[in-house]
């Protein structure tokens, strides 16, 4: 006749563990909500970047120079990560190593163009005829002279890389590239001519 109660919680029910299970439910809440001047305040002080504003923007500018000099040091020794993506992929890779394991008369002209141009400055007629022959003659050259690297340069690539969308643009590259000053090419040279691998320098 008489039931139990449903409201009686059951018999196998630690009041203990309800107890604990109610206050790690509630965990956390009850306390304000950091503001965002509180948060951005935290996340400097983490950063180390001083409370000053201006001293902020001072260490935040040298943080970013920092940064921007590590990229351009990962850049300039070829690290695929850092690159742009003009220079990225094995095909451009390999055309890099091909061009600067070779001494090639390309790379000379524009230092030599320098030179016929202040020579068509000089009052002097001979000069400037000398000046306008010689660049004739080296156009002739540098035309012949690229023409002869493409050639060469796309039987390397077709050899190591068959597939013609891996090489796509790849012996412009190549020829752009071996028209430019070693000292001044980017990524630098990792070789020498001859094909030996450059030498880092060390650090001061």
Known sequence: MFRRSQTSPPADTDPTDAVEADAHEHQGKGRPTPKRRDA????KSAMKIPADPKAAK?????????????????????EESALPPRDRGPAKAFVRTWVDSRRLVSEYFLPIVLVI??????PNQQLRLFA??????????????????????KSALTAQFPDKAERKGAVFYGVMRALQIRKLRVPLPQVKPGGAPVTPKAKR
């Open 117 to 122: 141009l202040v020579l068509t400055l000089i």
């Open 132 to 153: 306008s022959l010689s660049w004739y003659a080296i156009m002739l050259l540098m035309i012949l002279t690229l023409v002869f690297i493409g050639y060469r340069l």
């Open 58 to 78: 001072k260490a935040m500018r040298e943080r970013d120079r920092q940064a921007r000099a590590v990229q351009r040091e990962a850049m300039m020794r070829g």
């Open 40 to 43: 951005e305040a935290a996340r």
